[in-house]
């Protein structure tokens, strides 16, 4: 028996259901009945919590890109004893046309002041400085940025449309969104502004295991198993290959559908991209005005688009495979970051090593350069969410 079926054994029994529930409460507590009290704490002593929470948070299908449309307005629904900023007293402006106006702007910038702390408490992001241009007939926009403010990762357009804001957080971004919030908490904050549906969504599933190739998603298109459960035409497919000294590879990615329908799917070799040297092949979704309630169960939502989701077998699934599968994607992201380094700095820093007598340490500090207050500089285009960090370390079997 493995050492991880041994912790199992020791520190984790089954339910009635088959769930794995926690026997022995890690500080050394009494027993505890797990079908009346849930408990959230590591599947294993060796797991590092926050890596195990994060891997519960996305589960099996995971979101890859969000956007959706709210009023400005709604932030003043926010009440100031909960730390949000204090909207202005309209009997404290003079009661004339010019403090009216005076109260209206005031209103708007406590909007856009509470604005920028959701995006922070809430989202885990940063708000960048407005500029002056905007996307999808908005004026103006801020950038939303990763939590070290370095990297621009979505955006927020304001400015017309009926006083309405479009958060856009790209793939990147939800990896930070989602090591710092959860789905349920998300729709819980989109609910109460007020939005019952997302402009726009990416859902996808991760194979490491070689059963959903690109060669196998152009099977099932033959045999129609991406028409929808709802009915309507047969989507279009364009397959697109690979081919090397004249001689086809492999196929690379299969795209079914189009940009402009509501259901957009990419089938693509993952690992051939990241340039990780083991299976791994993403299945994505593209869908457009989905209702926000998709948030509370992404994994049925994804399984009732068409035949071929629902073949993905995601239900019985256990917590440990969950944190595994996110650390094969943490160590396939750092891997590629280390061989970009190496190819673009390697020499310069062996150099700084050999002819400065520098130590590895002294000589990345020199490249990184400090600000102003001797901090070094941080969050560049190779950064990754903290979370990475816990996940790479993690121990299992």
């Known amino acids: 028996m493995s050492k991880v079926s041994n912790l199992l054994k020791k520190y984790w029994l089954t339910d009635r259901n088959g769930k794995l529930c926690q026997s022995v409460r890690l500080d050394g507590a009494d027993l505890i009945d797990t079908h009346q009290q849930v408990v959230d704490t590591p599947l294993l002593p060796c797991f590092a919590d926050k890596s195990v929470s994060y891997a519960k948070r996305l589960g099996m299908i995971e979101i890859d890109h969000l956007a959706f449309t709210l009023q400005s307005s709604a932030f003043q629904k926010m009440r100031t004893s909960d730390g949000w900023a204090q909207l202005p007293n309209l009997k404290a402006f003079p009661e004339t046309l010019e403090g009216y106006d005076s109260f209206v702007e005031c209103v708007l910038e406590t909007e856009h002041i509470r604005l920028e702390q959701f995006v922070r408490r809430v989202l885990g992001l940063r708000l960048g400085s407005s500029r002056n241009f905007g996307r999808f007939f908005y004026t103006h926009s801020y950038p939303l940025l990763d939590p070290k403010s370095k990297r621009s990762i979505g955006f927020v357009a304001f400015g017309g449309n009926n006083n309405t804001l479009y958060f856009q957080i790209s793939g990147t971004g939800c990896k930070y969104v989602f090591s710092h919030t959860n789905k349920y908490r998300l729709h819980h904050w989109l609910k109460f502004f007020g939005v019952d549906e997302l402009t726009r969504v990416d859902l996808f599933f991760d194979d490491f295991d070689g059963n959903f190739t690109p060669e196998h998603a152009l099977l099932a298109y033959k045999d129609l198993a991406f028409n929808r459960f709802k009915g309507g035409r047969t989507p ?72 071929y989701s629902s073949s993905m077998n995601i239900e019985k699934v256990s917590d440990f495979d969950l944190v ?16 970009w380094i190496r190819r673009m700095c390697g020499k310069a820093i062996y150099d700084l090593v050999e002819d400065w007598g520098l130590s590895a340490e002294e000589s990345l500090i020199m490249m990184i350069g400090a600000d102003s207050d001797g901090n070094c500089k941080h969050g560049g285009a190779v950064s990754a969410p903290p979370i990475f960090s816990d996940l790479v370390r993690v121990n299992y079997v």
């Open 236 to 307: 279009k497919a364009e397959p697109h290959y690979l081919y090397e000294n004249g001689e086809q590879v492999c196929l690379d990615i299969i795209r079914v559908g189009s940009r402009t329908s509501d259901f957009f799917w990419r089938c693509y070799n993952k690992g051939l991209q990241q340039e990780y040297d083991k299976p791994w092949f993403r299945s994505e979704v593209e869908i457009k005005r989905c209702s926000v309630d998709v948030l509370l169960n992404t994994a049925k939502f994804f399984a009732s688009i068409c035949p």
């Open 324 to 339: 595994r599968r996110q650390k094969v994607k943490a160590l396939a992201s750092l891997k590629k970051k280390t061989e």
